[in-house]
């Protein structure tokens, strides 16, 4: 399947407000994206990996 | 009114685009002549053929809340109608009237969102989703809501968020709640903008008790906070939210949640006079008897296609109508009427009466891009009958267009009219008339409404209700009935 942006920009705030409201499905996944922004900040791991994810969205 | 005539395979030379179905770039509305098509591009295709092989397909399209749909095998579609290039072509069911989210009372939103909510948790369970939440994708047949844009729906992509959330809240849940919450019309707003109210309009129109109510905190102050913090940090979110392992059961736990918000929201008329003026207005039995009875022996005395009652109230005419018409257009100014008869025809199942909020005096415009994404009123498809009951006293003593304008408006729908003209000694035109000033709307008279009337039409039919207050008339197009003498006093 192509890895196509969705067409409607899905907002950046509103993508970590679906991460807090999903309840206890959402734990995990908030505490990961929180736990990676702190290892980011903390530069135990390198901006360049989030870099990285962006080449599986090609513009 | 003539006949359909279903064409099972488009004419590319005679095709004429739909000008509000540019924003999908893999799928584009068009039409030919009386049929609805669809051209896709490789992707739409593969995703529609996803979708044909659903479960859900086939639930929903027999149940008639998913437009039906066919493709249709080597048919054409305009060249250069998507830039892709187009794959395939689809054949839509023809949805009798369309109508737009501000016009549509509380009860209809609210349907709509729920319709488009209980679409993507069925989608969701067969690995599909839908790629935006806009409520002009639904549009209702009478009182069901019917799903049109099969071209929103697509397979889920691993990790990706639910790309419609923010639109669902700017086009579903926001206007709901203004209502519910503050009871004020989110009319004014959707038709302000055709994206919706944002997060952040939203938060300025809450006070801070409203952030105690269940989902507004969540949805509107945080939402319009975080939006705010992450402003153009799309792309990295995005990839954030990825890595953090943001999966399916997430959307289905929003959904679900989002589900039980709209659900549970809820909104009532007013017991104002409108609502209540079906039932307790100036009319004596006789006289609403004889007035239904001439309603009926002009609905029935052919087949309609097309009636649009104006100023519909409780409906009762609308109904009357629907006996010999295909569809009815019932429409008020108000929006609370308009909520009631739709909660009753809901009920009923009813698939004719299309129940519509819209001010005569300011009715919807053309909107959007070049004017052209959204419709006016009479761009959607004109009447062959036009029901004006109780009504011209309204437009022409409250909203002060002058009787010869509305007359001449009127004939510019070219089409027949059933059309109620109360006196000057109406107890509810003296009630309009008594808060202003001594020999204002001097037209507002009989004998020059006649006049205006017989300008315009061919006046067939004309009689004086018992209490005397009130007569009708039935007129039809200039050169198309045989018109009385209306110098003659009335039998």
């Known amino acids: 399947m192509p890895d196509i942006l969705a067409y409607l920009d899905p907002g950046s705030g509103s993508m970590i407000v679906q991460v807090i409201a999903g309840g206890a499905a959402a734990l995990a996944v908030m505490a990961r994206l929180y736990w990676n922004r702190i290892l980011r900040f903390l530069r135990i791991k390198k901006d360049d990996e989030v870099v990285d994810q962006k080449r599986v969205d090609p513009k | ?183 004020l019309s989110p009319h004014a707003f959707l038709r302000g903008s055709i994206d919706g109210i944002t997060p952040t309009q939203m938060r300025g129109l809450m006070s801070f008790r409203d952030r105690f109510r269940k989902g507004v905190y969540l949805h509107v102050f945080l939402h319009a906070k975080l939006e705010a913090r992450h402003a153009d940090r799309g792309e990295e979110v995005k990839a954030e939210v990825r890595k953090a392992g943001f999966k399916k059961e997430l959307i289905v736990a929003n959904m679900r949640r989002m589900r039980k918000l709209v659900a549970g929201l809820e909104w009532s008329p007013p017991g104002g006079v409108w609502v209540t003026y079906g039932e307790r207005n100036s009319y004596t039995d006789e006289d609403a008897e004889r007035k239904d009875e001439f309603v009926r022996e002009v609905s029935t005395s052919r087949r309609w296609g097309l009636t649009w009652d104006l100023g519909a109230n409780n409906g009762r005419y609308s109904r009357i109508a629907a006996e010999g018409s295909d569809h009815v257009l019932a429409m008020d100014a108000d929006q609370g009427p308009v909520e009631l008869l739709y909660r009753n025809l809901r009920e009923e199942g009813d698939e004719k009466i299309l129940t519509l909020t819209m001010n005569l005096a300011d009715p919807s415009p053309g909107l959007g891009w070049r004017g052209l994404e959204r419709r006016s009123l009479p761009d959607r498809g004109a009447p062959d009958l036009v029901l004006a009951l109780a009504l011209i006293h309204h437009v022409a003593i409250a909203a002060q267009v002058p009787v010869k304008e509305f007359v001449i408006w009127l004939a510019s729908l070219r089409s027949s009219l059933v059309i109620e003209f109360p006196t000057r000694e109406d107890p509810m035109v003296k009630k309009l008339l008594g808060p202003k000033r001594a020999g204002l709307h001097p037209d507002y008279e009989r004998e020059s409404f006649e006049r205006e009337l017989a300008q315009a039409f061919d006046v067939e039919r004309r009689e004086r209700l018992e209490s005397d207050t009130r007569v009708l008339y039935f007129a039809r197009p200039k050169g198309a009935g045989r018109p009385i003498d209306l110098t003659i006093p009335e039998a």
């Open chain 2, 1 to 183: 009114m003539s006949a359909p005539r279903i064409e099972t395979s488009p004419r590319p030379e005679a095709a004429q685009l739909e000008p509000g179905s540019f924003r999908d770039p893999e799928s584009r509305v068009f039409y030919s002549g009386d049929g609805v098509f669809r051209a896709l591009s490789e992707e739409g295709l593969t995703e529609f053929k996803a979708l044909q092989a659903t479960r859900l397909f086939e639930r929903f399209t027999a149940d008639g809340s998913l437009v039906a749909t066919d493709l249709l095998e080597g048919a054409d579609a305009p060249a250069g109608l998507l830039a892709k290039g187009t794959a395939g072509v689809l054949r839509h069911e023809r949805i009798p009237f369309v109508s737009y989210p501000y016009e549509w009372p509380f009860s209809m939103l609210k349907d709509a969102a729920l319709l488009q909510l209980d679409l993507n948790l069925a989608a969701l369970e067969e690995g599909m989703i839908l790629k935006d939440s806009s409520p002009y994708n639904v549009q209702f047949r009478g009182a069901t809501p019917v799903f049109v844009d099969i071209g929103s729906f697509e397979r889920l992509r691993e990790g990706e968020p639910w790309a419609g959330y923010r639109q669902f809240c700017m086009l579903y849940l926001y206007p709901l709640l203004l209502q519910a919450v503050k009871g």
